[in-house]
């Protein structure tokens, strides 16, 4: 009989562990993208529209720190994601991430104050429920591409 | 919402899902490719990920986060439909529900 070492390495603390669990950083990837989209409309409020048909494109925000911080937020939760598929299938993963739809409304209302009015969260919660009736062939598209 | 403003939306989603979907497929490394096809997709996935940007960050400086967001339900949706039109991919009747039920979700927070 030999000894096997079975149990995850215990090179990393404990902390780093927990930090890297792919679910909690679902929750992280979802927080940070909520937070990106909260920055860029904080962004997009501090400066005037551009005039005339240039206008349809917000370049202006460009501006505002508030956007390059919310572009940060945005491109770290991007690389949560990347992360988090790397162990978790996407058939569990994107059902997860949905949760977003949730967070966003919320962070609006608390952050930006926004009112949310009854009938909005019902079209919110409709999309949900279509999201996850469509999304099992799309993730198996997904997953041969 | 204005009829140009509900359509940003839709066109900034479409830009987003062919910028995610040049970009897998540019990046998927199953598939044999040239250098060259893998950087020309890689590129023009750039660019279209560039417009959605620009025109996400003109509808955050006209409209309200919490209305907009839910059009981000578009890309699921946006998908299937390609499949469907494009690859000639059968729906399910799950699916047809699911497009209904979004579509009519959109409406509600629309309007």
């Not at chain 1, 349809?56 to 505002?64: C, H, K």
């Not at chain 2, 590129?43 to 309200?64: E, K, P, R, T, V």
């Amino acid at each position: 009989m030999t000894d096997v070492t079975v149990g995850p390495p215990a090179s990393r603390p404990a902390v780093m562990r927990t930090f890297l669990n792919p679910y909690l950083q679902i929750v992280i990837g979802a927080l940070l993208d909520t937070a990106g989209e909260i920055l860029l409309k904080k962004g997009a409020n501090a400066v005037p529209t551009a005039g005339g048909a240039g206008g349809i494109f917000g370049v202006t925000p460009l501006a505002s720190g508030w956007t390059w911080i919310g572009i940060v937020s945005y491109v770290l939760s991007l690389v949560s994601w990347l992360y988090v598929l790397r162990s978790v299938p996407l058939s569990v993963a994107f059902p997860l991430i949905n949760v977003v739809h949730v967070f966003v409304p919320v962070g609006a209302s608390i952050f930006l104050h926004e009112r949310v009015m009854p009938k909005r969260w019902l079209g919110i919660s409709l999309i949900i429920l279509g999201v996850f009736a469509i999304i099992k062939p799309l993730i198996k598209a997904e997953e041969r591409l | 919402m204005t009829i140009l403003a509900i359509f940003l939306c839709v066109t900034a989603q479409f830009f987003l899902v062919a910028g995610q979907l040049l970009f897998k497929h540019a990046m998927n490394a199953h598939q044999p490719q040239a250098t060259k096809a893998r950087i020309r997709n890689l590129g023009i996935g750039i660019a279209s990920q560039a417009i959605w940007f620009f025109l996400w960050l003109g509808l955050l400086q006209n409209w309200d986060l919490s209305r907009i967001f839910p059009f981000e339900g578009l890309n699921p949706l946006l998908l299937v439909l390609g499949a469907w039109l494009i690859l000639k991919e059968r729906l399910t009747v799950e699916s047809w529900v699911g497009i209904a039920l979004i579509t009519g979700g959109l409406v509600l927070v629309a309007r």
